[in-house]
């Protein structure tokens, strides 16, 4: 579930809480620190997933540190969050974290990994091209502010880093997540499947982008 991408399955492996790659400078703009997430972000942001739910799903902090340890982009946004513009990333629009906290975070994940999200295991079980946003979120004060954009261009510059053809991901149809599906659509992203996970409670929609037409 993406705005983000996530998944509730849970986490395996992994080799600790500051994996990921770092920052590409991409997206970067004044006053707004992005940079690879380590060990003391990790409680902001529990928070801020745990604000950010049903639109990504739930973590505790183990299942956390073993996604940070298998990513192959782990980043977190920190500082004054920039002028407003018309973009977000679908997620809650009132309540949780302060500003005090993150401004928002992704995750990232390659291909040929030992996790159990049944949408991660989708597309692992194609092409092993993509780089899997497994989840994104931005904290509701940081909202239509062009940090969902900004984390998106780091995970586009790091995608074409690595060698692969596709961003992939997914959002919520039920329980419905209009904003994030917008949002996405307006990135480019286009549908490739649709199925019911977590014993027919969440229905997702699975996109990709498609890097060779960008």
């Known amino acids: 579930m993406t705005g983000g991408a996530a998944d509730r399955g849970a986490a395996a492996g992994g080799t600790g809480a500051t994996g990921g790659a770092g920052a590409t400078g991409g997206g970067a703009r004044a006053g707004v620190d992005v940079r690879p997430m380590e060990a003391e972000d990790l409680a902001g ?4 997933n745990a604000a950010s739910v049903p639109a990504v799903g739930e973590l505790d902090a183990a ?6 340890g298998m990513a192959e982009l ?17 997620g809650p629009a009132t309540g949780g974290p302060t500003a005090g906290g993150p401004a928002g975070f992704v995750l990232a994940l390659g291909p040929g990994l030992d996790y159990g999200s049944p949408n991660y295991r989708f597309f692992d079980a194609g092409p092993g091209d993509f ?4 989840r994104i979120a931005v904290a509701p004060w940081a909202h239509r502010s062009g940090l969902g954009r900004m984390l998106y261009a780091e995970v586009v510059a790091r995608a074409r880093e690595l060698g692969r053809r596709r ?3 997914e959002v919520n149809l039920q329980p419905p997540n209009p904003r994030s599906r917008a ?3 307006a990135m480019g992203f286009a549908e490739v499947g649709r199925q019911w996970t977590y014993g027919h409670t969440v229905e ?4 990709e982008l498609d890097l060779r037409r960008t």
């Open 74 to 90: 782990a980043l977190v946004v920190r500082g004054p969050a920039p002028a407003p513009t018309a973009d977000d990333t679908g």
């Open 131 to 134: 780089l899997y946003v497994d």
């Open 63 to 68: 299942r956390l540190a073993a996604l940070v």
């Open 45 to 48: 942001v529990l928070e801020l």
């Open 167 to 169: 961003v992939t991901c």
């Open 204 to 207: 997702v929609q699975l996109l």
């Open 183 to 185: 949002f996405h659509a």
